[in-house]
């Protein structure tokens, strides 16, 4: 019992280290286009939904090990319909590069290219350590941040609860 509670103290400071520089408040402004050619236009001053639609930004890498286990996760949560996913592909290469490894792995979220981008999104929302998660409320306000492996019940759990 001992070991196990020592151990859950050290992921749990391990956690917190790595979201220390995460955004938290109000969700900085997505105006991009993804890698698709289609343009996406999030968080807006004065952009509400009209709905109670929560959104999942999902900061990620192709190279990334731990983003391999947590993408499939994200996608499965895009399928729903549910809610918003939008990803930012952080040092992927090209736009060719990262549709080839969305559609080798079968995934359906929207992507824009930070390389690509003109804002530096990740560095912008604080996202240091990949994979990094927000959610994100229908008032655009931020509501809950992760970053590293997290399962699909715990973002639909979070997403759920920004939707309340």
């Known amino acids: 019992m001992r070991d196990v509670l020592l151990f859950t103290a050290v992921l749990f400071a391990v956690a917190s280290y790595l979201q220390r520089d995460m955004h938290t408040g109000l969700a900085f402004p997505i105006n991009s286009q993804l890698v698709d050619g289609s343009e996406v236009s999030l968080f807006n001053v004065r952009q509400q939904t009209d ?4 959104t999942l930004v999902y900061f990620w890498g192709t190279w990334c090990p731990v983003c391999k286990v947590t993408s499939p996760m994200v996608n499965s ?3 729903t319909q549910d809610y ?3 990803s930012v592909a952080v040092a992927s290469g090209s736009n060719t590069d990262i549709n080839a490894f969305m559609q080798h792995n079968d995934y359906q979220f929207a992507v824009i290219n930070q390389s690509t981008d003109d804002n530096n999104l990740s560095q ?3 996202a240091t350590a990949l994979p990094s998660i927000y959610i994100i409320d229908s008032h ?3 509501r809950f941040v ?3 492996v997290t399962s699909r019940w715990g973002m639909s759990l979070r997403l759920w609860l920004a939707s309340l």
Do not use: E, Y
């Not at 709905?51 to 929560?54: F, I, L, Q």
């Open 51 to 54: 709905t109670n639609k929560a």
């Open 77 to 79: 949560v895009a399928n």
């Open 84 to 86: 918003r996913v939008i």
């Open 124 to 126: 912008q929302w604080g």
């Open 140 to 142: 655009n306000q931020i």
């Open 146 to 148: 992760t970053s590293g």
